[in-house]
């Protein structure tokens, strides 16, 4: 059984930096598109990044983060992190982790996982 565990959501100023960390267990493909999405009160959840993992390595951001978030991914651990610096008030939200085994052609779009994460919460002040 697939579960996707995300920790490190918090509380920050903007300007601020956390990291997330999703642990993967029961998931052992040796292809597989993971992936962070976020949804704040009343809007769709939107894909934030993702990174592929198989014959090669391969990342995607939304425009949105390009140049502040970085995904990462720990294979020995079965993590894949989300390293938020310069965090905005717009960055808060409910983020989740997704997973899926192939790759990661669609990736923004929610509909393209399988697994999903309970969600961290990620809050911003300004």
């Known amino acids: 059984q697939v579960q996707l565990v995300e920790s490190g959501g918090g509380s920050v100023q903007a300007g601020g930096s956390l990291r997330l960390s999703c642990a993967a267990s029961?998931?052992?493909?040796?292809?597989?598109?993971m992936a962070w999405f976020r949804q704040a009160p009343a809007k769709e959840r939107e894909g934030v990044a993702a990174?592929?993992?198989?014959?090669?390595?391969?990342?995607y951001y939304t425009d949105s983060v390009k140049g502040r978030f970085t995904i990462s991914q720990d294979n020995a651990k079965n993590t894949v992190y989300l390293q938020m610096n310069s965090l905005k008030p717009d960055d808060a939200a409910m983020y989740y982790c997704a997973a899926e085994p192939g790759p990661c052609g669609s990736w923004s779009r929610p509909a393209g996982f399988v697994y999903w994460g309970q969600g961290t919460q990620v809050t911003v002040s300004s």
């Open positions: 990174i592929y993992v198989g014959t090669y390595i391969g990342t």
């Open positions: 029961g998931y052992t493909y040796t292809r597989k598109c």
